[in-house]
């Protein structure tokens, strides 16, 4: 089928168009279409292909971290003897614990890079809370429109069961009793005749509007399909979720805009849920690491580099699954008429006209449904035309069916209020604008969101790899226990006098006592704790 024209308010924003120009190659490294078929293989084959890409960064990132891990385990042993020597030395001229030479660089080195690929991490988690939201948002305008749309459909489908069976309660019971009474007038007996062809015809008509009810008799069977067949649609507030209730133990069709909706909400719960907890993970693993870092504890750096062995997988999937949904959401929002008119028409047989003037709402297109209402409206009028001969000359002949004519004229006056919701309700503009909003709501929204999604996952991973590449040389710089104890076994027996107090001790013992100025002769005061015996007082002159 060919492609329809582009619906009027939207078009494909630039990232959309970029992701879709990507090049497509399925399992065997050969150019495919990039047509919106997700039914196909072929076009299944492209997606993987784009996801084995993350798989093969995955690949990278292991051989990147596991060649540190052998430069620190294998390449580093040769160097302790050589680095004794030269630590002692640099213990002597450091204070504290002697980080200040050769060995203090190294960590400090060590340190910073840590730190900075924590810091990357939490860029990373900021974009991902921003794209996790704003996916969010795009799927909530989707799904409110979709059931906006539900509604409109229900509505539509209950009007039309309304008005059918209101015609069909005035042929049966008022229509039929002024038959028996007009039976000696034929005048008023070919009225009221005319009048029961006229309502009959307008059931007909209205029958015929197959709008919504194709979709609900493609999920519930033509067998349950009856006079009153619409009203397993409830009219609802949009806001109130299903507006579809199978009956029968049957369910609804997977192409009706309330199904459709139930289904995405419950998985965009998960979605959300599960992003974040994985964004709440490495906000963990990033904290501690720095707080593991500050306190210099090794057993609490080991476990987050466990952790972040955890992360980095989930970052690099993640990303793998982003990817094959931001190309897959780029062909569908490029062209997205002709995959719902193909789709809906092939699932539930409903016309591509009729489906083609809803979804591009075209002043030049006409509606499918303006013969059957104009019809309809003019057997309605000419109902309403013969009621109103029979009110003026019929009920001064025939008082009795005075009761039976008023309630023709109610059941008329109902059915006229409703045919004119119905027309409204019929026209483009409404379903046209819910599902102007729902592309918007996916393809703009919710194609940013999962963009900021794929750069938080790509600069996740990266961020753990550098986190994995630096932590092993870290902890393994920490002073351990064993050399902690000697250090403050040689320092001092009181752990509370530090090593700069007692070198000034040490070197305050060794310049001597001095004199105190005040020792100096013929002074009348003994100092405290002076042995030399006290002066003789002088008598007073």
Request: hydrophobic share 40%; aromatic share 8%; proline share 5%.
């Amino acid at each position: 089928m060919a492609a329809l024209t582009t619906v009027p308010s939207y078009a494909p924003s630039l990232w959309v168009r970029v992701c879709h120009a990507l090049p497509r190659l399925d399992l065997t490294m050969q150019m495919k279409d990039n047509t919106f078929v997700p039914d196909s293989w072929e076009y299944q084959q492209t997606l993987l292909v784009l996801s084995s890409l993350s798989a093969i960064a995955l690949v990278i990132s292991l051989l990147v971290v596991l060649s540190f891990l052998i430069h620190y385990c294998c390449c580093h042993r040769g160097d302790r003897t050589e680095g004794s020597e030269e630590e002692e030395e640099d213990e002597d001229a450091s204070t504290g614990h002697g980080y200040s030479g050769k060995k203090g660089r190294g960590i400090c080195c060590v340190t910073w890079v840590a730190v900075a690929s924590v810091t990357l991490c939490c860029v990373a988690l900021g974009i991902g809370f921003y794209g996790n939201s704003e996916a969010n948002d795009g799927m909530y305008q989707l799904t409110s429109s979709l059931l906006t749309a539900n509604y409109t459909l229900a509505s539509i489908d209950l009007l039309i069961s309304d008005t059918i069976s209101g015609l069909q309660l005035s042929v049966s019971d008022p229509l039929t009793s002024m038959e028996e009474l007009f039976t000696g007038s034929k005048p008023f007996l070919a009225s009221t005749r005319n009048c029961r062809r006229l309502s009959e015809n307008v059931i007909n008509l209205l029958s015929s509007i197959s709008l919504a009810r194709s979709s609900v008799a493609a999920g519930l069977g033509n067998d349950s399909i009856s006079g009153a067949s619409i009203i397993p649609l409830t009219p609802v507030p949009p806001s109130v979720a299903p507006t579809m209730v199978p009956t029968g133990g049957l369910m609804p069709s997977p192409f009706a805009p309330g199904w459709a909706a139930n289904t995405l909400m419950v998985n965009e719960d998960y979605r959300w849920l599960s992003y974040v907890l994985l964004l709440l993970l490495d906000l963990i693993v990033c904290l501690f690491i720095l707080l593991g870092l500050a306190k210099q504890a090794r057993w609490l750096l080991i476990l987050m580099t466990v952790l972040a062995w955890l992360a980095l997988f989930l970052s690099w999937g993640s990303l793998g699954l982003e990817t094959a949904t931001v190309v897959a959401l780029s062909d569908f929002c490029t062209d997205p008429n002709t995959f719902v008119v193909n789709s809906t028409h092939f699932n539930t047989g409903t016309s591509s006209d009729v489906l083609d003037y809803y979804l591009t709402c075209s002043r030049r297109m006409n509606s499918p449904f303006q013969q059957l209402l104009t019809q309809s409206q003019r057997a309605l009028s000419n109902i309403h035309t013969h009621l109103s001969s029979l009110d003026r000359n019929a009920l001064t002949q025939f008082p009795k069916a005075e009761k039976s004519l008023r309630e023709v004229q109610q059941i008329l006056n109902s059915t006229e209020g409703n045919f004119h919701q119905l027309v409204a309700l019929l026209n483009c503009r409404g379903l046209n604008k819910d599902y102007i909003d729902s592309l918007k709501g996916l393809c703009y929204d919710g194609m940013e969101g999962l963009l900021y999604l794929s750069l938080y996952s790509f600069l996740s991973a990266l961020a753990f790899t550098a986190i994995l590449c630096s932590l092993p040389g870290a902890w393994r710089s920490f002073p351990s226990e064993s050399e902690e104890y000697e250090d403050s076994d040689s320092e001092s027996e009181d752990p509370f006098t530090s090593h700069q107090a007692r070198r000034q001790t040490t070197s305050g013992s060794q310049r001597g006592a001095m004199t105190p100025f005040y020792n100096y002769p013929g002074a009348g005061w003994t100092p405290p704790f002076s042995s030399a015996p006290p002066l003789p007082t002088l008598p007073a002159c």
